[in-house]
Each structure stands twice: as structure tokens, then as C-alpha cells.
T-cell receptor, first 111, second 111 residues
Framework: TQLLEQSPQFLSIQEGENLTVYCNSSSVFSSLQWYRQEPGEGPVLLVTVVTGGEVKKLKRLTFQFGDARKDSSLHITAAQPGDTGLYLCAGARGNDYKLSFGAGTTVTVRA | SQTIHQWPATLVQPVGSPLSLECTVEGTSNPNLYWYRQAAGRGLQLLFYSVGIGQISSEVPQNLSASRPQDRQFILSSKKLLLSDSGFYLC??????????FGPGTRLTVT
């Protein structure tokens, strides 16, 4: 059973459209990270959120951490083909040195 | 700046053969080191992590073992590979345990 549930599993949109990916859990996390991975490569860290209710923006990407620190969302505005990839959320609990990863959302942006 | 290397990039091995995957980190000292396995297009399963030389924690009992003979070297091994060991193996490092930085990965196919 995944500690972090991501939805949807797959998302295919046209260039210029907006999209949102969700990451949910029944557990509380001290921090949550979002990664993007391209085929055949390692994941790349996009952002870390640590405070409940926190919102971070990275160009056209907006990341939100839920007030109760159990969930997060990633919103992409005006998606571009370069946004295509596997988006992974990962959470840390307490002083653990480990991350729990969601199963990922595969995003395809069509030109 | 820090860099992480993994080799080999791809590997095809017969069932029952041994395995050795290597990961090295440059530009940092005393990092936490991690081995993950990823099924195609899916999330990451933590296999082992290490907070120091000779200190290995195993997350999933299986046909694999890990060693950390030097501060910035992490090795994943098996004495006899199974078909189920096929997958994409990722090494990562972290100074905090929260934000992790991944290597390029090794694609292992057991035939």
C-alpha cells in the first residue's frame, strides 16, 4: 500500500492547457518534495514544501502543501511539451532519513 | 558543485549470475546514500540507505545487499540474480535526508 497516493495516474493535454496533479495521504509529513523524471534518467528535484498551507511558485509551476500537511498539489499553467514527464511526490516524516514516494503521474503535453 | 555517478548505465545479465552496481558522489562529504528500484513508469521503492561508512539499513528483504566501503561510494550487489531483479536502479545522495539528488540510473535486465 502506497503511503502517498497520486492522481491521476496519466494525464494527456494539449499545449497551452492547465493541469493539476494531486498527492494525498492519511499521514502527516514534515516536508514534501516534487520531482520530475524523464525516460531513462534519474528524478530531478523541483521543490520542497515544509509549512502547512505553503504555496511555492516556480515559473509556470505552482506547488501547494495542505494545511494539515497530509497532501499537496502541483499546478502547471499553460503547459508546454517540455513539461512532459513523470511527476513524483515524496514525503519525509519526522527526523527520518527516508522519503516515501508516490507512484507518479505521467504527464504528456501534445504540441 | 556536487555530482553523482552510476555505472554501468545498462546491464544484461543471466539468471543466477552475480551483480555489482556502483555509485559515487563528488563534491560533498558524509552524505546519506540511497539505493532505489523503479518499475517502468512508476514510483521508487527504497532498497537500502546509509548514513555513514559501513552503516547500511535494509528496507525490503530480498536477493540484494549493499555496502559502503568509502564515504562517497555505495555498492549494490547480488550473489545470484533472479528474473524479478530486473528494473531501473537509482542511487541518490542527501545531506538532510529530505532533499535527495539522483544519479542517472542503471537499467538492469535479467534474462
Amino acid at each position: 500500500t502506497q503511503l502517498l497516493e497520486q492522481s491521476p495516474q496519466f494525464l494527456s493535454i494539449q499545449e497551452g492547457e492547465n493541469l493539476t496533479v494531486y498527492c494525498n495521504s492519511s499521514s502527516v509529513f514534515s516536508s514534501l518534495q516534487w520531482y520530475r523524471q524523464e525516460p531513462g534518467e534519474g528524478p530531478v528535484l523541483l521543490v520542497t514544501v515544509v509549512t502547512g498551507g505553503e504555496v511555492k511558485k516556480l515559473k509556470r509551476l505552482t506547488f501547494q502543501f495542505g494545511d494539515a500537511r497530509k497532501d499537496s498539489s502541483l499546478h502547471i499553467t499553460a503547459a508546454q511539451p517540455g513539461d512532459t514527464g513523470l511527476y513524483l511526490c515524496a514525503g519525509a516524516r519526522g527526523n527520518d532519513y527516508k522519503l516515501s514516494f508516490g507512484a507518479g503521474t505521467t504527464v504528456t503535453v501534445r504540441a | 558543485s556536487q555530482t553523482i555517478h552510476q555505472w554501468p548505465a545498462t546491464l544484461v545479465q543471466p539468471v543466477g549470475s552475480p551483480l555489482s552496481l556502483e555509485c559515487t558522489v563528488e563534491g560533498t562529504s558524509n552524505p546519506n546514500l540511497y539505493w532505489y528500484r523503479q518499475a517502468a513508469g512508476r514510483g521508487l521503492q527504497l532498497l537500502f540507505y546509509s548514513v555513514g561508512i559501513g552503516q547500511i539499513s535494509s528496507e525490503v528483504p530480498q536477493n540484494l545487499s549493499a555496502s559502503r566501503p568509502q564515504d562517497r561510494q555505495f555498492i549494490l550487489s547480488s550473489k545470484k540474480l533472479l528474473l524479478s531483479d530486473s528494473g531501473f536502479y537509482l542511487c541518490a545522495w542527501s545531506q538532510t535526508g529530505i532533499e535527495q539528488y539522483f544519479g542517472p540510473g542503471t537499467r538492469l535486465t535479467v534474462t
